[in-house]
């Protein structure tokens, strides 16, 4: 643990939203506290840690909702290793518990069932349309990469897709859809595009993948310095997050790999964007890489030792 809280320390992109007033500033430690809540729930027999494990993960999904893709695959590691279907069970009524005051609150002000925090929609949309497609391919110079970007891939393309005039904006487009239904439109004009468009949308869905796992970053975006920055820190905690899960217990390497999996869907399906990746993957893998530096410290201490101790040869 202490390995890993080091690494996270000198993790460039963990302090990156430092002074800056956003959700990931707070999801981080709330989705790493129901980590641990679920871990030590899956060894305790006691039901109600179940149930607390899902309260703490509702509460960390009213920070960002995007964690509750994770909900399915850590919920088949659960069955998988307890063999008991209330434990997922409990956990899923823990859930609706932490996510329940939110709900409450959306449909007083009649919003309807609202389950997370607002935006999902806008975000799907924000990922899946023309524009976007456009934004993860190669025909773009730099500076034409730079205006869409700046869009967040919401351009006139994308927006007459969904029915709106060509230069219209975001507020004057949907002015006149309820915000209880504002969600439900861009996840119709998303699903339009992906319909209308499927090989274009399956192209675009394997480059945000590549894209979110690709070790460096946007060099449209940042510096030279920065670029080779992240590729070396990212790049060194995937081999070592890979050895360090490698060397786990297999239950502990299935929630790694369920973190993996379901944060890589949270963000692929909807938009890949480096605040997503680094407040709900980069902890994770973090973790995993702090055994297997630790591994890697201890050999070659052990071998340092063995030198000065083996006799010299004449």
């Not at 967040?152 to 949907?174: F, H, I, K, N």
Request: glycine share 10%; aromatic share 10%; proline share 6%.
């Amino acid at each position: 643990a202490g390995i890993a809280a080091a690494a996270a320390a000198i993790y460039p992109w963990s302090f990156q939203w430092v002074g800056t007033l956003a959700s990931e500033n707070l999801f981080t430690p709330l989705a790493l506290l129901g980590f641990v809540a679920v871990i030590s729930a899956a060894d305790d027999p006691r039901r109600g840690r179940s149930v607390a494990a899902g309260v703490l993960f509702g509460i960390a999904a009213l920070a960002r909702n995007n964690i509750l893709v994770l909900v399915g695959p850590i919920a088949i590691w659960w069955l998988w290793r307890s063999r008991q279907l209330l434990r997922p069970v409990l956990f899923g009524c823990g859930l609706a518990i932490g996510l329940l005051p939110f709900a409450v609150y959306e449909a007083a002000i009649g919003n309807g069932l609202v389950l997370g925090s607002s935006g999902g929609g806008l975000i799907f949309y924000a990922g899946n349309n023309p524009d976007a497609a456009r934004l993860y391919g190669g025909d773009l110079s730099d500076q034409e990469w730079r205006d869409l970007s700046r869009r967040s891939a919401l351009g006139p393309a994308a927006y007459e897709l969904a029915g709106c005039a060509p230069d219209s904006d975001t507020v004057s487009c949907v002015s006149d859809v309820p915000s209880r239904e504002r969600e439900g439109f861009w996840y119709r004009a998303a699903w339009r595009y992906i319909t209308t468009r499927p090989a274009e949308w399956a192209l675009l869905e394997a480059r945000k993948l590549a894209h979110y796992w690709r070790p460096w970053v946007d060099p449209r975006a940042y510096p030279a310095p920065v670029v080779l920055a992240s590729g070396l820190s990212f790049g060194a905690i995937i081999v070592l997050a890979a050895i360090g899960t490698a060397r786990m217990r297999r239950e502990s390497a299935g929630f790694v790999a369920a973190v993996a999996v379901g944060a890589t869907i949270a963000s692929v399906v909807w938009l890949v964007q480096l605040r997503y990746r680094t407040a709900l993957l980069d902890p994770v893998l973090i973790a995993a890489a702090g055994p297997a530096l630790l591994w890697l410290i201890q050999g070659g201490v052990s071998r340092l030792r063995s030198s000065r101790l083996t006799p010299s040869t004449v």
